[in-house]
């Protein structure tokens, strides 16, 4: 009966007292010992809010390709980018600093911790290439976009030269002529 309103002794009084339903025996031992009633809650649970989250939001905003490259690792201990950025900016208002200062100084640390050994690496492959005369290798740190581009750009060339797609396409832009066409016809 949780899909009805009210408690089991009110429903059960309504029912027997419109003839819907014989009382039962239960009934009156109910009434004189009812059962405990929980208060509920009002409205909307409320959503938990850490003091982190706005500055976990500015900065997916800042860097949004964290989103895909920082996945919660359920299993892992190493928190996500975002809080460690938002956990510093919020030590470093504590101690005094700006809100602006502080978001420009754990950006600087972001930065240098993810971006900067990650290029530097990259960068000395490409010299070591050039110096002997070959082709730069490819980036091994591409953004998270571009890697999801890649991905894609199978299916997206399979839909121009694939012989089966194409003849779906065709058939699908035939029967949408024949629709305006029928409809055209219809409105003279």
Known sequence: MSYMRGDLLTRMRKLVKG?????????????????VTFPRPEGKIKTLVLPEDVYVTKFNRIHPDSLYHDAIKISGFDPPPARVFAWRVLELKEQGVDEDVAMA?????????????????????????????RKPPPNPYPSAIKEIQAEEKKYVMDRLHNPKVI???????????RMLRDRAAGQR
């Open 19 to 35: 003839l819907a339903r014989p009382e039962p025996r239960w009934l009156k031992a109910l009434e004189r010992a009812p059962p």
């Open 105 to 133: 100084v754990a950006d600087n640390e972001y930065r240098d911790r993810e971006e900067g050994p990650k290029k530097k690496a990259y960068k000395e492959l490409k010299e070591i290439a050039r110096s002997e005369g």
């Open 167 to 177: 003849e779906i396409a065709n058939k699908m832009k035939e029967e949408r002529d």
